[in-house]
């Protein structure tokens, strides 16, 4: 791993850095750092004060969602002229909910070597922490601002993806309970997981009504990074859907596509749209 590559392209290292403690930060992702020609960074200043704890000098150049498509074509032609590069975010893994894409895709196109430096992700620190299943879950990054928009998005969520994990700034997150409680019910297994790795990590685990009381109980708990989790819904026997909505979806459903038959049969019974959406897929399961 060196700067240059006498005749041949450099490598786009892809570098996971700490999302809180800097313990967390591995040997391999100091070396690629001290290494690199250029350090391409979604804030160059935080990303200094990351360096220059360890005594690293890099040349930086930043890269954010505002400069993404023009910046990567540059760091394209420095990559193509023997120069490798790492690419940082201002915490944890760069592209999951932060910039990247752009390059990675463009560098890709380009047959440029790019290389994975594995290491902290806050929606994976916190999954595998929550007690909630593993096994399957989908990744929403930050829900929109707007509450009506936010519950629009977690309404058209299949209801058969696992666990459900979102990104959410502190000063939202009440608001984003309570849709969530519309949108799935205040039954609904929740977990919120704040401050990952750092002195103030907790995790809350309840309703959206009792996370928010928590929540409430003292200001400085509205503060720093936030994962929010949903578990799953419960499996709920076909029984204990109404023997009326069941015909209705079989009968919209020769007709209409599963979510759309779901969502009808829903609103004309009113049943929940995720039950018959799952009750569906298990009847178009079973016929495969």
């Keep these: 791993m060196t700067q240059q590559h006498s005749g041949a392209a450099g490598s786009l290292f892809i570098v996971a850095t700490p999302i809180g403690n800097l313990d967390d930060i591995s040997q391999r992702v100091l070396q690629v750092l001290r290494e690199v020609a250029w350090v391409a960074a979604e804030d160059t200043r935080h990303s200094g004060k990351l360096l220059s704890h360890f005594n690293i000098s890099a040349r930086f150049l930043s890269l954010h969602d505002h400069n993404e498509k023009q910046r990567a074509a540059s760091l394209l032609q420095k990559l193509q002229a023997g120069e490798s590069v790492a690419l ?5 893994t760069p592209l999951i909910s932060d910039p990247g894409y752009s390059l990675v895709r463009l560098c890709r196109d380009a047959g440029v070597k790019i290389v994975p430096i594995p290491g902290p992700c806050a929606l994976i620190a916190a999954l595998c922490c929550a007690g909630l299943p593993t096994d399957k879950f989908h990744f929403i990054g930050f829900l929109p601002a707007k509450s009506g928009q936010r519950q629009q998005v977690l309404s058209d969520i299949p209801a058969n993806v696992g666990t459900l994990i979102t990104y959410e700034a502190a000063r939202r997150v009440k608001d984003t309970l309570a849709d969530v409680a519309v949108v799935f019910g205040d039954e609904r297994e929740l977990v919120l997981a704040k401050e990952i790795s750092k002195t103030f990590e907790h995790f809350c685990h309840g309703t959206a009504q009792s996370i928010t009381a928590w929540l409430e109980e003292d200001p400085q708990r509205c503060q720093g990074e936030m994962v929010l989790m949903i578990a ?5 026997p076909d029984d204990d859907i109404h023997p009326a909505a069941q015909k209705t ?3 919209l459903m020769s007709e209409l596509p599963l979510k759309k038959a779901a969502a009808l049969t829903a609103e004309i019974h009113g049943e929940k749209k995720n039950a018959l959406y799952k009750l569906g897929l298990s009847w178009d399961l079973a016929q495969e």
């Design 88 to 92: 940082v975010s201002d915490a944890g």
């Design 232 to 236: 799953p819904p419960a499996d709920k």
């Design 249 to 251: 979806l079989k009968l």
